[in-house]
């Protein structure tokens, strides 16, 4: 098998152009990444205090997933409106490179967010060091899942104007519907199996056992991947990087 | 070298785009031409390997569009039409961006990005968002990527579009300096005169047109253009082709012009065709 090796200097330069630049210049956009997580964290917090460590590890949960999916709206855009994909397609890059630097930008661009959440759930003792380090991990395996998935909805969808609504139902499917912002078990097991298919519930199960809300659960490990490896191929080998 | 044998394309939902197109040309600078709808822009995306042909052979320096994408992307630059620039980043970050997307390390990125920017009068304006600049100066970070690109082969599918005439002018120049292959497609009939080695015209996805704007207007060369009268129907004006001697007896009563690229436009890509 021929292993193709990534463009990790435009994966640097994209990351750069695309997400550094709205740090620097667009930074009402990063303080928008913010508003969702921590209104729910503040219902959360008003209905029950009990809950309030799930809002602020499910915060962090959904901003992760939101870097992840509201991708859609910015392949589309980029390939619809600035003719951005065409333009790469004619060059050295392949649909990877071009997956991981869109997903690395908005990284960068909503750092301070992501910092935010880390900060308060260190501040909150919703987690400590070495389980934060875990967090991490598994929130980067999720990003990366959820920005496989992104691009892959994205080919599929022709229409620019198309691109937010499904970005936006899919966000609040992905973040709501999971236990993110509540335990786990509240669901029955086969509920939990249904929605396992969604890669923030294996995510939330596993981090609210390394966060100690709940009895750790590892085997949550298995779904997730299996989701990044399957997310992976179809956007590499079935998604429309050339067009047909 | 571009070579095409019977490439077709036929999109989802049954347009056919391209027609059992075959042509081949090895001039420096080739200019496709057809209206809208004939096909230039489909046949630029399957020649610079952003689109597959429904069938057919494409080659451009002999690499296979299809089969050997992946070492002709080595070698071509191109430019789409209606490519707009990112409006949060300057035109420096579009070059450099660009230039790694091509392989290039980040010091000679930068480098000839400066060159590049430098030479399309943009480099006062490299930090600049590029929502703060015109039209046309976005138009020119395009140019400045293709510009700096090194390639072989450049597609510039209509790079002077919504341009004013000065900065027509401008890109012109900047395209006659490129050491490079360059394959333009274009509206404008004077962009064509000015910048082709050879013009292949387009039709409905089929060549109508080959050659030289010598040898085009060659076998139009006794002929002139009658404003006024005749069949032939362009909007709200009839015209006709005639000859010099013929035409004097209009000399006074209507306006006389000799034939240019654009009648061959009119006479072989406009809908009159049949007519």
């Known amino acids: ?244 | 070298m571009i070579e095409v044998f019977h490439l077709t394309k036929v999109y989802k939902g049954g347009v056919k785009a391209l027609d059992d197109l075959t042509f081949s040309s090895s001039v420096k600078r080739l200019t496709l031409l057809g209206n809208n709808g004939a096909g230039k822009t489909t046949l630029v995306r399957i020649l610079s390997t952003q689109l597959l042909p429904t069938s057919g052979i494409a080659r451009v320096e002999g690499y296979d569009v299809v089969k050997d994408a992946k070492k002709l992307r080595k070698i071509i630059s191109s430019i789409p039409q209606e490519a707009q620039p990112v409006g949060i980043a300057s035109p420096l970050e579009h070059v450099v961006m660009y230039l790694t997307a091509r392989g290039f390390s980040f010091k000679d990125a930068y480098e000839s990005a400066r060159k590049a920017l430098k030479e399309v009068n943009l480099w006062e304006f490299k930090d600049k968002p590029a929502d703060e600049l015109s039209g046309g100066m976005k138009r020119k970070i395009f140019v400045a990527m293709a510009l700096a690109s090194n390639a072989e082969v450049i597609f510039l599918d209509e790079p002077t579009v919504g341009l004013d005439p000065l900065s027509r002018m401008e890109v012109w120049s900047i395209i006659r300096s490129i050491p490079s292959k360059v394959i333009l497609t274009t509206h404008y009939m004077e962009e064509a005169e000015e910048l082709s080695e050879e013009i292949v015209m387009l039709r409905k996805g089929k060549v109508i047109l080959k050659g030289n704007l010598k040898e085009l207007l060659g076998k139009f060369k006794d002929m002139v253009r009658v404003e006024g009268i005749g069949d032939l129907k362009v909007g709200l004006m009839n015209i006709m082709y005639i000859n010099r001697e013929e035409a004097a007896k209009y000399v006074g009563k209507y306006p006389i012009k000799p034939v240019t690229l654009e009648d061959l436009f009119i006479i072989y890509a406009g809908e009159n065709l049949e007519s």
Do not use: C
């Open chain 1, 1 to 244: 098998m021929r292993v193709r090796i990534l463009n990790l200097k435009f994966i640097i330069a994209f990351a750069m152009f695309y997400g550094y630049t709205y740090l620097k210049r667009g930074f009402v956009y990063v303080f928008s990444y913010l508003a969702e997580p921590l209104a729910l964290m503040f219902l959360l917090y008003m209905i029950n205090h009990r809950y309030l460590p799930y809002g602020v590890l499910g915060g962090l949960v959904t901003m992760i997933m939101g870097i992840s999916i509201n991708s859609i709206g910015d392949y589309v855009y980029l390939r619809n409106e600035i003719k951005l994909q065409d333009l790469l397609v004619a060059s050295q890059v392949g649909p990877t490179d071009y997956i991981l630097g869109l997903t690395f930008a908005n990284l960068i661009f909503s750092s301070p967010g992501i910092l935010g959440y880390i900060v308060l759930n260190l501040a909150l003792r919703v987690v400590n060091v070495v389980s934060l380090v875990f967090v991490i991990l598994l929130s980067l395996l999720l990003l990366f899942t959820g920005s496989f998935l992104a691009f892959m909805i994205a080919s599929f969808i022709p229409q620019t104007r198309y691109s937010w609504g499904v970005a936006t139902i899919l966000f609040i499917a992905f973040t709501i519907l999971p236990p993110v912002y509540y335990p786990y078990t509240l669901l029955p097991s086969n509920v939990i199996y249904a929605l396992s298919m969604i890669p923030t519930t294996p995510t939330s199960i596993i981090a609210q056992g390394l966060a100690g809300l709940q009895e750790l659960n590892i085997k949550y490990l298995i779904p997730l991947f299996v989701e990044f490896i399957v997310f992976y191929l179809i956007s590499v080998k079935v998604s429309r990087w050339r067009s047909k």
